[in-house]
């Protein structure tokens, strides 16, 4: 299971790291799908199949990635304390235990720079896409950042193109630089009607459409995950950023305190690269 600890320091400088957010994906429909059989892709990777029950550190995109980059990943749905894979240095830290990798940054990204990480961002949704000073704030993290209207939630082709920018990004590097990659997936946003058969922009978005999406991105996940082990083994963490409300309860979107938004699928795993 991806709650198994891992000792981050033996990973950190050995291997690959590749981040990536499902933006919005909702625990319920992620894990339905993997029952029924429809994201076979991810169901190989995912440790035992099943994804893991965690809480979001946050209700949005914005601020659940500013605590995730602080290294406050979604947290275990279960009684804690949860040690952490990576933190801060911050005095008192409950969650700071003998395998997290401590930086001395105020986020991951520039702790994995100091110790020799290329730290590269693939944007999706509009907080990362550089049009102004707030869609600048997290790429800005980064030594490296793209984002372009394909990669964007309007896109019905945003996840190929990211991965395409992707493997760009590995074939640039010399082989013996380390990575980390974060890929921000904006397919399962709204607007998401598009990736529905049938669907129409007057149909709107449904959590069927939000379904749909997460099959796409899962028809691509291959050639993302080939990429990044195609140098040396990497360590990969998948989760959702929070979840979104298609009238549950009432509510829409997200940005609310609702068990939907609030309870996101995670796994981390490893991909073996070439053997050595």
């Known amino acids: ?10 990973v950190v400088g050995r291997d690959d ?20 059989g429809r994201i076979p892709n991810l169901a190989s990777v995912i440790p035992g199949g099943q994804w893991e029950k965690r809480h979001a550190p946050g209700s949005f995109t914005y601020a659940s990635h500013q605590a995730m980059f602080a290294g ?8 804690g304390p949860h040690p952490r894979l990576f933190a801060a240095r911050f005095a008192g830290s409950e969650s700071t235990a003998g ?4 930086f001395e940054r105020a986020d991951v990204v520039g702790g994995l720079s100091d110790v020799g990480y290329r730290t590269v961002c693939i944007g999706g949704v509009g907080f990362f896409n550089k049009a102004a000073p707030l869609g600048s704030v997290l ?37 013996d630089q380390r990575l980390f990659l974060f890929v921000n997936v904006s397919a399962l946003h709204q607007p998401n009607w598009f990736h529905l ?31 990044m082990s195609s140098r040396r083994r ?30 996101v ?11 050595e």
Request: hydrophobic share 40%; glycine share 8%; charged share 20%.
């Open 197 to 227: 058969p049938g669907a129409t922009r007057e149909s709107g978005d449904t959590i069927e459409s939000h379904a749909a999406a997460l099959e796409y991105v899962d028809r691509h996940i291959g050639r993302l995950l080939a990429a």
């Open 234 to 263: 990497c360590f990969v963490i998948l989760c959702s950023d929070h979840g979104t409300a298609y009238g549950d309860d009432g509510f829409t979107g997200h940005r609310i305190g609702h068990e939907a938004v609030w309870t």
């Open 99 to 102: 395998g997290t990798f401590v």
């Open 139 to 175: 790429p800005g993290l980064f030594d490296e950042s793209h984002w372009d209207t394909s990669f964007g939630v309007t896109s019905p082709h945003s996840f190929e193109m990211q991965v395409d920018c992707a493997r760009t990004v590995v074939a640039d590097l010399d082989d």
């Open 72 to 79: 406050f990943l979604p947290t275990p749905a279960s009684r």
């Open 265 to 275: 699928p995670y796994a981390h795993f490893f991909v073996e690269g070439p053997k």
């Open 1 to 10: 299971m991806s709650g198994q600890p891992i000792d981050m320091n033996q």
């Open 17 to 36: 790291i590749l981040f990536v957010t499902l933006d919005t994906l909702r625990y319920d429909v992620a894990c339905a799908l993997i029952e029924q």
